[in-house]
């Protein structure tokens, strides 16, 4: 049986889709926050899909996707969000959304498309980069410890981090960091990578962001 995860701060709306997917033959893991659902949606947790609410008490679902992504969790997400502006919708698939439904939304409808995102499936991708990203306080994590980062840093990095192993283009992460539509220059986005190889290495990161030239970045062991 498949285990859906529903990330929903609102009790009434979490009953209806727990109730709904259920019904329908699904196991449901439910989270009413950005902490708990980092802990219940876990890469080691078993999860098909997340139904991931954008308008969360404790942080931006959309951080909280990246950092479960960063983390290693590649189940299929639909965002269920109040925002229906194109704006909204091309802000969410930028940090990795598959599927959007807006409220008030039908049931039918998503539990069909929820159908088509297990189908889908995970990529079953690991991290690997020894760095653990928190939505709520907006930090990273690593062996020498926390250090803070801008809303703008923690996007860009977890940009980077989603994709274990390959090299994330630049325009992909200005996409995950700045709204739709922004002008950001090279030198601009240069300056908050310098600036993140700054936290990363106060930290004792165990891996660095290397710039590839004319495509973007990626994620490298530091050298001994």
Not at 79 to 94: I, K, R, S
Not at 172 to 185: C, H, K, Q, R
């Amino acid at each position: 049986m498949l285990t859906i995860g529903v990330c929903e701060d609102q009790e009434s709306i979490r009953t209806i889709l727990a109730r709904g997917l259920r019904h329908a033959g699904y196991e449901v893991t439910l989270a009413h926050d950005g902490g708990e659902a980092l802990r219940r949606f876990a890469p080691d947790q078993d999860i098909s899909v997340i139904i991931m609410d954008i308008g969360l008490p404790d942080a931006d679902g959309r951080d909280v996707v990246q950092a479960l992504k960063s983390a290693g969790q590649q189940a299929p997400v639909l965002f269920l969000t109040a925002l229906g502006t194109p704006h909204d919708h091309l802000a969410g698939f930028a940090v990795g959304a598959d599927d959007y439904v807006a409220k008030p939304f039908d049931l039918k409808v998503l539990l069909a498309r929820v159908a088509v995102l297990t189908r889908r499936g995970p990529v079953n991708l690991a991290s690997g980069t020894g760095l653990e990203l928190d939505p709520v306080t907006h930090s990273v994590r690593a062996k020498g410890g926390d250090v803070r980062l801008s809303p703008t840093e923690f996007r860009m990095l977890a940009a980077i981090t989603s994709h274990p192993g390959e090299v994330v283009r630049r325009r992909s992460v200005v996409a995950a960091a700045w709204p739709d539509g922004a002008i950001v220059t090279d030198n601009t986005v240069d300056s908050f990578i310098r600036r993140l190889r700054s936290k990363l290495e106060s930290i004792d990161s165990p891996t660095e962001i290397e710039t590839v030239r004319g495509v973007g970045f990626t994620m490298t062991p530091v050298e001994a």
